[in-house]
């Protein structure tokens, strides 16, 4: 049977505390068939980003391993942060790597929530492919007032209440949100302006369900840290929609009022397609083909010899 490589970019409520971070990231450290591709915490968004990739048993016992620190470590009752959020644990995406395709992912999905609820105590909601219900393959619904609303609305409206466990949520740690998705690269553009208003609405005009891209979700944030706003951006189809038109529309909606683009994040991990492909753009290159890129030519060969 084929070895199966899946990756996960659990999220989780916190960026500030140090010494929980290092708690929780040393959950996915040194686990023979879990590989920690990188973690980043953000004190502004107050959240941390871990990329995994490995066999699907290893990474959802590191999980179950990582959901127990948040839970004793995370109440979402005195979180405060830029990002939406509803759960310590908040997100828990699976992608197909290799081996493993996306149907069972989605298998994956759904066997992990019942553990996951089970072992943890924290109810569960389904998203992108794995959701139950259509409006819960968004994100941003099943957020929709994020954990402040949700933990209220989730004890008495059906329509709102976890598809593991409740009625409520868990009376700390909140609820998790756990699916199967395509790679989703987090993307964002920091703006030389304090107004916030500025940053929303630049967003408005690039995400999907305002009538902007599709496949791109967006929101405006505030580093009040830097006294600057960021449009923060998930693209969950880069091959649709590439890193550089996103980019220079928001370069285009900046001038309106006098902004400009001060930078861009990659949060967490990227497809090398997805950098080449703005490579080539802004390189002007013609007829460009990533077979002509070395590393990646001499990666398939050697991948092809070890088969």
Not at 198 to 206: C, G, L, Q, S
């Amino acid at each position: 049977m084929a070895m199966q490589l899946i990756e996960c970019v659990p999220n989780f409520s916190e960026g500030r505390r140090q010494e929980v971070i290092e708690k929780i990231v040393a959950c996915f450290k040194n686990k023979r068939g879990v590989y920690l591709l990188d973690h980043r915490a953000d004190e502004d968004h107050n959240r941390l980003v871990i990329s995994l990739v490995g066999a699907p048993a290893p990474i959802q016992d590191a999980l179950i391993e990582a959901a127990k620190v948040a839970l004793d470590n995370i109440d979402m009752n005195s979180h405060q942060g830029g990002h939406p959020r509803i759960g310590a644990v908040d997100v828990v995406p699976f992608t197909p790597i290799k081996g493993i395709t996306m149907e069972e992912c989605i298998e994956l999905a759904h066997s992990f929530g019942e553990r996951y609820f089970k072992e943890c105590g924290i109810p569960v909601y389904y998203y992108e492919d794995a959701a139950k219900r259509p409006e819960r393959k968004r994100l941003e619904v099943i957020r929709r007032g994020q954990y402040e609303v949700l933990k209220e609305e989730a004890k008495t409206k059906e329509e709102r209440m976890p598809d593991v466990g409740g009625p409520g949520l868990h009376c700390t740690a909140g609820a998790t949100v756990i699916g199967a998705r395509k790679f989703l690269v987090a993307f964002n553009v920091n703006l030389d302006t304090s107004d916030l208003d500025i940053a929303k609405k630049i967003a408005n005009t690039v995400r999907a369900s305002s009538g902007g891209f599709c496949h791109v979700k967006g929101i405006g944030l505030a580093l009040e840290e830097r006294g600057i706003t960021q449009v923060s951006m998930n693209l969950v189809d880069y091959e649709k929609n590439s890193l550089y038109r996103v980019l220079e529309m928001i370069r285009m909606e900046a001038r309106r009022w006098g902004v400009q683009v001060i930078e861009t994040e990659v949060y967490g991990m990227i497809p090398v397609n997805a950098i080449l492909e703005s490579a080539a753009y802004y390189m002007q290159i013609s007829d460009f083909d990533p077979a002509q890129v070395l590393e990646l030519q001499l990666l398939e060969l050697m991948g092809e010899r070890a088969e």
